[in-house]
Structures are given as structure tokens and as C-alpha cells.
């Protein structure tokens, strides 16, 4: 699914005014109506209803609905903002036919009777045409909103927030706990910094034209499930289990042995043919018993990995989780890396060892992994002063370095060689928790052993690891789910892909 900056969204509204039989009129009230139809999905009549409107093309979204709640007799107020701008002309025509009066705001000076009154806060002060950080009145509007109890939904995005790039700290920001936008996903709504405001996201889909959004170029993509069942490979009923792959992974030192028992197991889950685990010898008794299906082979000393012994012909290498960096370990790393030509994974300590070894970074053969969460990622690459150029960063770096990055956080991307950067939008805050990372290598590794392009197993990897995480958290709660419950979800998963 596309991501598409402002202006291409504007282009896009432009282009299905011009080319569908629809008018730039009617779209407004088929954004508004599948507003409506949401709300009146989630909230009943006993609720009372603030719709807060701008005299832009949001605040014609906002009278529009307000218009559809009040015809189905719903306890409507609705406030416009009072500012030297005019009206844009479908705002008017939407303020021309509310069958009641509004209440123009000058300043601040509004009321809302809160006690013992269900509220729900229409936020539709201004959308994608925002083009400077709010002050004065509005500024004082939206904090007042801000404060007061009830509901809280924005139309499109927040108002106060940019589409494209990220907020100041400082910057006034209406706050919502749901946030129903047009067609696409806004780049502000996948980083940390911004969508902290838009609460929880529903796409609402009002059929802009499809060729304009098949045919627009954008290096910036969701991962859909639509995508995920595409590129998903259902197992040959004729098959044995040399065609799912042979898996290596390499990790774990005294005391960590937990970590990469949790990506041998969760290899071994995602339906990997033959696993090895690779760890120093304290880990023997326990890998064998928390996952009897892989092989183990020593590391070559009882605590830390010296050696790696594998054939790196036909096997698919995932290292780095508990790995350690001591000095014979990063000799043993340096060794392998020099030998492997095909794809591999790379995460944790196997990244740490390199950043302080930089000229490895040159040894990582082309179109591998690597993993990193944000601080193992400025190690690497240097700091970055938020996600966002955290995330341009890596792109540039996937492209230099011929390699995939999975940049992971609130929104995990994968950054392509291409320059291509997916984001992933399953997953959820029982996932950070330590032992994820370590499965997620895990899972990678064993779908890249499986014969996925390294793109395909790095995008199903994130996706299928945050819908299992989802899952898990369904059954025990985001506090109470461990790492170990995303591997044992895995199930509902696979039977959900549409194969
Ligand atoms: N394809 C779609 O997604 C559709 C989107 N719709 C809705 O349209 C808005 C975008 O509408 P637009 O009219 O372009 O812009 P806004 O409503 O967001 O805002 C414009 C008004 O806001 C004023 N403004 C802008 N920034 C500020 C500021 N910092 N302080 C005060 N006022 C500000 C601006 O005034 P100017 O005088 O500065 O021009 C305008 O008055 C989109 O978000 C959707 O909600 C369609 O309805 C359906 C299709
Ligand atoms: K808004």
C-alpha cells in the first residue's frame, strides 16, 4: 500500500475530480459520510457531539457530518473557527446547507458542560493544508480541547500536525484517540514523534482513482496483509524438509543463552527444514531441551562463541543475538563474514562488533539483513535528531551498502537498496519486551532459508512477527505476554493468511 506526501494526495483528489464521475463536492461528502458511518458504528445516541470546524476543506469535512449527525438526530454543537480567511468553497457550501446555527469561535471562550455528559470531540480545524505551526487563538483552542474529558476524534490528521514531516516539541497539536483519514496512511502517522497524537488509525477509504494511485511513483509503502498473502509461498504437499531450507543460528555466550534459543525456536516455527544452533558449549543441554528439533554445534569454548564450523555453501546464516563481543568472538564473526557469499542476517552484538569495527561493514555480503533497533542503528550510522531522519538515513545507507535494514521501532521499516522503505503497521507495546528482536532474527532468517528474496522474508518477517505479537496480546494482555508468546501464536497467523 502507497504512502503519498500532501501534495500527492491533493494530485490524487485532483485527478478523481477530473477523470470519475464525482465532483470535489460529492468526495467531501463521501468523506464525510464514511466518517458518519464509523462514528455511528463505535457511538450511540447518548453521547453528545462537539465538532470543531476551520473554513478550509477539513472544516467542510466537519460540518458535513456534524449536517449527518444531526439529521439522524444525534446532540449536535458545532463551533467555527472565526479567521480572516474566507470559507474555501466547499466549506461554504457545506456551512450554507447546516440546518442549525453554529457558534463562531473568537477565542477560547467556548463551554463544555462536562458532567456526567458521554462527549465526543469532532476535531476538523484544519488537515493537510496546515502551512505553519499554530499560535494565538487556535493554538489556545486546541490546548482548551485538549484538556477537557471525552472522545476525541480527528478528521484526515490532528490539527497542529504536518503530513510530511515531524512535529517541534513545543508545537500545539490537537490530541485524538482516533484519527479516521482518506484512503492513505500520512508519514506522520508511522513515526513515534507524531503519532502519539493521532491515537489509533482507521483508514477510511472513499475511492480515489485507482489509476492515479497504481500509476503514481512513491518510495514509501505499508506492508498490507494483501501483499503479504501475495508473496506468501504455501508448503508443496510433494515436498520434503531439504526444500524449506538449512538455518544456522549463531549466538548466545554464558548467561545469554535465552536469546538465541528464542531465534532457534522461532526458525524452527516459522517453517525452516533444518535448524543448527551454533552456541559455546553451556548452552548444550539447554538448547537441546528447548528445541530438540535443532542440531547444536559447539561455539568452541564453554561461554563465548571462538568458532564458527558450518558450511556456508547451502546454509543460511542468522547471528548476533547474545552473541557477546569479546575479542575472539569478533575474530570468529570477522572470519565468517569473509566467507559467506550469499545473503545473510545480522542483529544485535553481531551489529555492535561491527560498529566498533567499522571497515566490517564493508565484509557484510550484498543483500543481507541487519536488524538494529534506533540506538544500535546511531551506533552503526551515526545519531540522527529524530525517526524520521533516522529513517532517511538508513535508506541512504541501505543504498550504499547494498544491504536491507530493518530499522526497528514503533513503526519497524525496511529500508531497500533500491531506496524503497516499507513500513510495518502490525505489532503492538506488549512487544517491547527483551527476547522480540531475537525472534524476529530468528523468523527472518528461516523464511530467507526458505527461498524468499531477502526483501520478501525481511517484509513477512516484520509483518507475521507483529500480527503474532497482536495475537498474543489478544490472549495475554500486553503486559503480561512474554517474547515466547509471539512464537507460540504463530499459528493463528499462518491459518489466517490467506494462502
Ligand atoms: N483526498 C482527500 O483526502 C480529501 C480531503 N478532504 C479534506 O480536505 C482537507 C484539506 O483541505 P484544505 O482546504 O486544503 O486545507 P485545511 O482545511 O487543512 O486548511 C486550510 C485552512 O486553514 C488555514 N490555515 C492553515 N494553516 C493555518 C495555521 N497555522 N493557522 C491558522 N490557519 C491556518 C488556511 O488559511 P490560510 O488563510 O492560511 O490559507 C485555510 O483556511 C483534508 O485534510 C481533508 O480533511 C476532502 O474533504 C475530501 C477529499
Ligand atoms: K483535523
Redesign the pocket.
Known sequence: MKVFNTSQ??Q??QY?VENDEIS?IE??E???LACFEWIKSQFSANYTYYVFC????????GLAIARLLLEENYKVETFV?Q??????T??QINFDKYPDSVSFLENDDFEIQQENKKIVIID?????????????N?QKIIQKLNHIKGKKIS???PS?LFSDSLPSEDQTIFKADVTL????YKRAFLHVESAQYAGKIFILD?G?NSKFIQDEETNNYIISSKSVSDNFKPRDPFSHKGNYGKVALIGGSYGKIGSISLSTRAALKIGAGIVFTIAPNCGYSILQTLAPEAMFISGGDEKLITEIKISTEKTTIGIGPGLGKEKLTKVALEELLKSIQTPAVLDADALNIISENKSMLNLIPKNSIITPHPVEFARLFGDSKDSLEQCELAREMAKKYNIIIVLKGHRTAVLTPEGKCYYNITGNAGMAKGGSGDILTGMITGLLAQGYSPQIAAQLGVYIHGKAGDYAAKKYSQEAMTAQDIIHRLPEVFLNIKK
Open positions: 494526495i491533493r490524487c483528489d478523481t470535489s468526495l467531501m463521501k468523506a464525510a476551520g473554513k478550509g476543506n477539513n472544516g467542510g469535512d473557527i479567521s480572516s480567511s474566507n470559507f474555501s466547499d466549506a476538523a480545524l484544519f488537515g493537510t493544508g496546515l502551512n505553519k505551526p499554530l499560535e494565538g487556535t478528521i484526515d490528521i497542529g483519514s482518506f484512503q492513505f472513499i480515489l
